[in-house]
């Protein structure tokens, strides 16, 4: 994973088996698809919760199990989720520094199920609200505060005019949860996409789960076997790419890690093991450093020149 940035998608499977699964995903910043240019990094499945309950101390549980495993990394990791309650009071108590963001999807889908069902608002009203909301220049679009003060007073309008029961709800549930995106994207050395923050990542990783099932809820033990297998077989294919095979290439920092196929098929199976833990244990390098806080609370861009004026030359101490 990136040295300044370590990524977390969580979302809740449904009908795997008896018990839910909760996946993470995460991008593989190591190597990208040969054939897209437009998501190059490969979404790869992070760590699955198997549980029964689905309540804060469950959901504790895991996340501080991945806080420890977490410790060597150089900043708080920036998590993603829905809107589950659980899941997001869980993450700000066992991460409390870290930038969290909320699927702006699932946000849009909740408001106009408001809409629509808990006050009744027409569809070409509802449209309207919806897009100063969630459009393209809406609200959730907003890159920083002044522009975000802004697009609130449009939606504030719209609110007016087309749902003034909506308002309460929007300055209540929505409002706080766009807000706390905000200043999570303004975290210093943070790359953001181009579009609002969705979790579609894990969506994309359910799917695959549920293929990998056929469609038909498994017993535990077969379920943990299947689970396996679809992590076993992402590697296969990260593994292939050390040779120069298969739909991953590597990335121009990690380019010495590759091999010919010829001395691939003729080093031993050690050898070939050793090479790939080399591979999956290098962090990427970054352009930029960041420095904490002795709190942790506040991260900042530390200066390329170390703090010295360009050209200034280093000074002896004189003897006093």
Known sequence: ???????????????LGEIHVTASVFKHLAVTRARTEEHPHPVFAGPMFLHGNSDFSTYTFFFQHLASKLQECSSQPVTVSDQEKAVCKAMDYTFPSAAHLTCTRHMRGNAEDYLRDSIGVYEADRSRVIDTIFGKNGLAEADESVLFVCRLQLVREACQKFAPAFERHFDECIVPVLHANLTASETPGLQLPPQSWTNNNCESVNHVLKQAIDWKAQPLIDLVNTL?????????????????????????????????????SQSSYNKRQRHFSRFLRTIKPTKAKVRASSGCTRRVLAPVSGGKKPGQTKQLKRPL
């Open 228 to 264: 396996h297998e679809v992590v076993k077989a992402q590697y296969r294919e990260l593994e292939r790419c050390l040779f120069g095979v298969g739909e991953f290439q590597l990335c121009p920092e990690f380019r010495h890690f590759i091999m010919s196929v010829t001395t691939w």
């Open 1 to 15: 994973m990136d040295k300044l940035q370590c990524w977390g998608f969580f979302d809740k499977t449904y009908n």
